[in-house]
């Protein structure tokens, strides 16, 4: 069985590659399946909301391009098994950032849930109004997932994202991680509802540094 170091230097070889990686063993599918069930009584209390799309100024709702309900994690309100997986997906960030000497601090995550028939259209996590967000993560927490459920991952090519480079089933307990600002993806058409934990890894903003 390999080590944490050994998972991490594996993930950190894959990020020096092409910019992404991902792992199936680093989150225990306990904790995941606490979390999707989790999702679950907040979807049923209506504290999930319609996820956005656009800038600060001018965000709207567009299920054509982004069709998941979000709910995101502060961090004054965790539950135990928020604050878990906080710190093992902070513990991998570090890791990372050690092995490969980047700069990133805080980390912000939200729950996602994608109902059947939803999508979201290929985009770029970094963006003039999201310009601090340096590594995506993303924490699948679907079980029983088979193929024909659709809501793969799609990752393209970072030397040219009109090439499609793989599809990454959302399994239970897979935790993918890409370059904010170099990894084109998209999520495509889900028949079943699609369960995540989504976050970033976040460099100090310009105002920051200043202060």
């Given at each position: 069985?390999?080590t944490?170091d050994e998972?991490?230097?594996?993930?950190?070889?894959?990020?020096?590659?092409?910019?992404?990686?991902?792992?199936?063993?680093?989150?225990?599918?306990?904790?995941?399946?606490?979390l999707?069930?989790?999702?679950?009584?907040l979807?049923?209390?209506?504290?999930?909301?319609?996820a956005?799309?656009?800038?600060?100024?001018?965000?709207?709702?567009?299920h054509?391009?982004?069709g998941?309900?979000?709910?995101?994690?502060?961090?004054?309100?965790?539950?135990?098994?928020q604050?878990?997986?906080?710190?093992?997906?902070?513990a991998?960030?570090?890791?990372?950032?050690?092995?490969?000497?980047?700069?990133?601090?805080?980390?912000?995550?939200?729950?996602?849930?994608?109902?059947?028939?939803?999508?979201?259209?290929?985009?770029?996590?970094?963006?003039?109004?999201?310009n601090?967000?340096?590594?995506t993560?993303?924490?699948?927490?679907?079980?029983?997932?088979?193929?024909?459920?659709?809501?793969?991952?799609?990752?393209?090519?970072?030397?040219?994202?009109?090439?499609?480079?793989?599809n990454?089933?959302?399994?239970?307990?897979?935790?993918?991680?890409?370059?904010?600002?170099?990894?084109?993806?998209?999520?495509?058409?889900?028949?079943?509802?699609?369960?995540?934990?989504?976050?970033w890894?976040?460099q100090?903003?310009?105002?920051?540094?200043?202060?």
């Amino acid at each position: 069985m390999s080590t944490f170091d050994e998972k991490i230097g594996l993930l950190c070889q894959q990020i020096t590659k092409g910019a992404w990686a991902f792992s199936d063993d680093l989150i225990s599918n306990d904790l995941c399946t606490k979390l999707k069930n989790e999702i679950d009584v907040l979807y049923q209390n209506h504290s999930l909301v319609k996820a956005k799309i656009g800038g600060l100024d001018n965000k709207v709702t567009d299920h054509k391009v982004r069709g998941d309900y979000i709910y995101w994690l502060e961090e004054h309100d965790k539950t135990v098994d928020q604050i878990k997986v906080s710190e093992e997906i902070s513990a991998i960030g570090a890791g990372i950032r050690q092995n490969l000497f980047m700069r990133f601090e805080r980390l912000e995550s939200h729950f996602a849930l994608y109902p059947a028939g939803s999508q979201y259209a290929k985009h770029l996590d970094k963006t003039k109004s999201q310009n601090t967000r340096y590594m995506t993560f993303i924490l699948f927490l679907n079980d029983q997932w088979e193929s024909g459920h659709g809501g793969e991952l799609r990752i393209y090519k970072e030397s040219d994202s009109k090439i499609v480079e793989f599809n990454i089933e959302p399994k239970m307990g897979r935790l993918v991680l890409f370059l904010s600002n170099h990894i084109y993806h998209e999520v495509l058409l889900t028949h079943q509802p699609r369960y995540s934990l989504t976050g970033w890894f976040n460099q100090a903003s310009a105002f920051e540094l200043l202060i």
